[in-house]
């Protein structure tokens, strides 16, 4: 079956320490994302990628970092830089292109800092 | 911007109808609606795109009035299943990235 996977779904990490969300998305598409959702509130957009290699910032990209080595797997660090980084990670895939294609969403890893 | 949602919350009796606005301070090229459950990935539900088109599915449908910037999801005949938080996204001009609205929390209850 086609679809996006994270890892894993529940995540710990102390203070000072970096930590990477992982993302798979075996549809072929051609464009990733990550959002970050805190409680009660929209998504915001951390990084994307429209193509292998190449990578550009959304809304809040500071304290977090990405690669796009493969097509299908785009990896998310978040690095003690990030003051607040306790929520629930999303990833998303689409077809890149215009107009903006439908998103497909990953199940989500919730990130706790302790 | 972010476009804003309203109302943040509903609660409804199943068979009641219900209109989730989405509304932006830009002009809007498209409006994508989204579903999500707790604890569960956004579950897309379709896009609009400039044009006041209107689409429909199943009993849930929407409209895309560009005049006034806003989109709006109509919810008919409302199921239990159709309790969640309803996001949409908006695209300001063809290619650019979505932006999401705060959600609208609807509750559907025996």
């Known amino acids: 079956d086609g679809g996006i996977t994270q890892s894993p779904k529940y995540l710990f990490r102390k203070e000072g320490q970096n930590v990477t969300l992982s993302c798979e998305q075996n549809?072929?598409?051609?464009?990733m994302y990550w959002y970050r959702q805190d409680p009660g509130q929209g998504l915001r957009l951390i990084y994307y990628?429209?193509?292998?290699?190449?990578?550009q910032k959304g809304d809040i990209a500071e304290g977090y970092s990405v690669s796009r080595e493969k097509k299908e797997s785009f990896p998310l660090t978040v690095t003690s830089a990030q003051k607040n980084p306790t929520a629930f990670y999303l990833c998303a895939s689409s077809w890149a292109g215009v107009p903006t294609d439908t998103q497909y969403f990953g199940p989500g890893t919730r990130l706790t800092v302790l | 911007q972010q476009p804003v949602q309203s109302p943040q919350a509903v609660i409804l009796r199943e068979g009641e109808d219900a209109v989730i606005n989405c509304s932006s301070s830009k002009a809007l090229y498209s409006v994508h609606w989204y579903r999500q459950k707790h604890g569960e990935a956004p579950v897309f539900l379709m896009i609009?795109?400039?044009?006041?088109e209107q689409k429909g599915h199943d009993k849930i449908s929407a409209s895309f009035n560009e005049k006034k910037q806003q989109s709006s999801l109509y919810l008919t005949a409302s199921q239990l299943s159709y309790s969640g938080t309803y996001f949409c996204g908006t695209e300001w001009d063809a290619g650019n990235m979505l932006t999401f609205g705060g959600g609208t929390r609807l509750m559907v209850k025996p």
């Open positions: 990628s429209q193509i292998v290699n190449d990578f």
């Open positions: 609009l795109l400039k044009g006041g």
């Open positions: 549809l072929n598409h051609d464009a």
